[in-house]
């Protein structure tokens, strides 16, 4: 049996969720997805932290012909260290020897010369326009992916500000709506088993880290979002988080409504700016799915 096999029916076994593993080993709720998934393998640390909470050996875990492990059969527990003596204490040092007097004056002098001019060529080139404080705060949806939109963008004057955006992209038209709370209320409870969840203000969080964008292609015909032949159905969402996450979905089985299986969300670990967020997510989307 494969490890990841393992995994899944070790923790069934336990009664544990992927988040109550996570837990136990001090990972992400995606990272257990993808070992069960078979998309990773753990580290070493992590396969001998699974053998003692799974009470079965790492050769049963890491050997695809091992044998199952029998009632009560747990890996021995490790030695017990000797008690290390104390160590002796040290001998504190002596004060540094002072430096003279002298020198002590011409380094606070340098420091202070240095200090002044810092600030003077700061001053200067602030007032020239070259320093400048720039504040870029996106608080409407993004602009649409693609570079061919030839119908007007027609919005749903009852959507959440702030909230989700739902683009439906057909030829050379698209169409964005956003949600009504009822209907916002039912996304929050699908994307909630996953880690995502929004506050009364409507900012969203993954696993307690606030988002800045987020992006979850719910159906597609295989082209890029920037290529201007994309035909499917896109839902984003801009705020003024600091990560940017995106949904990644099984299209080959689609849900009841059509949409790929959501298989997790991902955190780009990305912290663009508006201005390069758009050639950053094209070109990591089509390293995954087009690759």
């Given at each position: ?92 040092p ?25 600030v ?24 649409p ?39 916002l ?38 082209e ?11 839902r ?56």
């Amino acid at each position: 049996m494969p490890l990841a096999d393992k995994i899944v029916e070790l923790r069934k076994k336990q009664g544990w969720s992927q988040i109550d593993l996570a837990d136990r080993l001090d990972v992400s709720r995606q990272s257990v997805s993808k070992w069960e998934m078979a998309q990773a393998v753990p580290e070493l640390d992590k396969i001998i932290k699974m053998s003692e909470l799974f009470a079965v050996t790492t050769d049963y875990l890491l050997k695809d012909d091992a044998p199952a492990p029998e009632p009560g059969d747990a890996p021995p527990p490790p030695p017990e260290e000797p008690p290390r003596p104390a160590p002796e204490p040290e001998t504190p040092p002596g004060p540094a020897p002072a430096a003279p007097k002298k020198r002590r004056r011409w380094i606070l002098a340098a420091v202070f010369l240095f200090s002044v001019f810092a600030v003077c060529v700061y001053t200067v080139l602030f007032l020239t326009g070259a320093v400048s404080y720039t504040s870029v705060r996106t608080t409407s949806t993004p602009p649409p992916l693609k570079e061919a939109v030839t119908e007007e963008t027609v919005s749903d004057p009852d959507a959440v500000e702030d909230g989700m955006t739902e683009y439906v992209y057909e030829g050379e038209s698209v169409t964005a709506g956003g949600f009504d709370e009822a209907t916002l209320a039912a996304l929050e409870a699908e994307y909630a088993p996953y880690g995502l969840t929004c506050d009364e203000e409507r900012h969203w969080y993954l696993d307690g880290e606030r988002i800045r964008v987020f992006t979850d292609v719910l159906t597609t015909n295989g082209e890029s979002l920037t290529g201007g032949d994309f035909h499917g159905t896109l839902r984003t969402f801009s705020g003024d988080g600091f990560i940017d996450v995106r949904a990644v979905r099984d299209y080959e089985h689609c849900d009841d409504e059509g949409h790929g299986t959501l298989l997790y969300l991902e955190s780009c670990d990305v912290r663009l700016d508006g201005e390069h967020w758009e050639e950053h997510h094209a070109g990591h989307h089509e390293e995954e799915h087009h690759g």
